[in-house]
């Protein structure tokens, strides 16, 4: 079987390190010349709008998929013409903007923070006096890792706040004073067999995700998966799913989803039975799912510009590196390193071990 995923970088690169196993090949689709994926598959280089380029994709592969939501929704309806595509369109265009997203929860009773859709300076404002300071300003597509988006304190951050974000759409959410930020990754067959992945806790520094440590027997696991279970119906979703939230007095808020592998399930490679990589390829591609389960004590660490010292990394006992193979640069996701220990203990031990050498690079 070949599969044809649009975007070339490390999920890409990721995936095919899971499907490999299984016998499958792949095909990237990426502008990038220096794709981090092409190693691991046939790299088409070429704009994700370029119907050319996406017609000779949907020729050489049995299914397409895609490795994040800044891919136009109009893409994944164009090569569902021609070659079945999961996540479905629909999944990606609610997925990738914050209106449509957030309009979805509220339609399904998955609690949010306020929000508002804001087309101009004028409805900031407005929104602003109604939900109230503090709020975060947000573009409502393509931002991530704590791009395109504002945090408002007082009266002053709001003037002129539209112009900054570009005077593009956005949407004005209130702030949410949680207690904790955790993620449930989730993957559903085409058959509509659900699994679940632990709640993971989630750190975030300057926006960009640094630390995910997998959950045991958390007491929201059950009312995450409830949340995750509506979205995915309603979706008629299939693969893996990764839905972000605030934990807040005792429940949880939603934040976002992500419709496909999540930099918070990286965990799953060395931590669970069938990580979320082989998980996604097997809903994809119609296999059955694989165990869910945790094998032992896990988390995960992102290596944000640059890769430590991969001799001192490697020397910690139970510490898996993952080099993605990109140029380093700052603010970069180029790399992370799993962990997997006996008990907890060991584990934050461990965690510190890694933290350090990140400190150091």
């Not at 404002?125 to 931002?143: E, F, M, Y």
């Not at 006992?317 to 380093?328: E, I, P, Q, T, V």
Request: aromatic share 8%; net charge negative; charged share 20%.
């Amino acid at each position: 079987m070949k599969i044809g995923v649009i975007g070339g970088g490390q999920l890409g690169r990721m995936l095919a390190l899971a499907g490999t196993p299984l016998g499958m090949n792949f095909a990237f689709l990426d502008p990038a010349p220096d794709a981090c994926a092409q190693a691991l598959g046939e790299h088409i280089r070429a704009d994700y709008g370029d119907q050319d380029h996406l017609r000779q994709l949907a020729d050489e592969v049995d299914l397409v998929t895609f490795e994040f939501e800044s891919v136009p929704a109009e893409t994944v309806a164009f090569l569902s013409q021609f070659v079945p595509v999961y996540p479905c369109a629909e999944s990606l265009r609610i997925a990738r903007d914050r209106w449509f997203e957030k309009s979805m929860f509220k339609e399904l009773s998955i609690p949010t923070p306020a929000f508002a859709d804001i087309q101009s300076q004028a409805d900031l404002d407005a929104a602003a006096a109604s939900i109230g300071l503090p709020a975060v300003l947000k573009t409502r597509t393509l931002g991530y890792d704590g791009k395109g988006q504002k945090v408002l304190r007082a009266a002053s951050d709001v003037v002129d706040a539209f112009a900054e974000l570009g005077s593009v759409p956005c949407l004005l959410e209130g702030f949410v004073p949680f207690s904790g930020e955790v993620s449930l990754v989730a993957v559903r067959g085409r058959d509509g067999e659900t699994r679940f992945y632990p709640l993971v806790h989630n750190t975030h520094d300057s926006g960009i995700l640094s630390l995910s440590v997998a959950s045991s027997d958390h007491p929201l696991q059950a009312l995450a998966e409830d949340y995750a279970s509506r979205v995915l119906n309603k979706l008629n979703y299939v693969g893996v799913l990764a839905f972000e939230f605030f934990e807040v007095d005792g429940g949880l808020k939603a934040n976002e989803i992500a419709p496909r592998v999540h930099n918070s399930g990286h965990w799953t490679i060395e931590g669970a039975e069938c990580s979320q990589f082989e998980n996604h390829l097997r809903a994809v591609a119609g296999l059955p799912l694989g165990s869910t389960a945790k094998v032992g004590e896990s988390a995960m660490l992102n290596f944000i510009g640059e890769v430590p010292d991969v001799r001192k990394v490697m020397a910690i006992d139970d510490c898996h590196l993952h080099h993605y193979g990109k140029a380093f640069k700052v603010g970069r996701k180029v790399g992370h390193a799993t962990l997997r220990c006996a008990d907890r203990a060991t584990l934050d031990a461990k965690i510190a071990a890694v933290q350090a050498l990140i400190a150091q690079a």
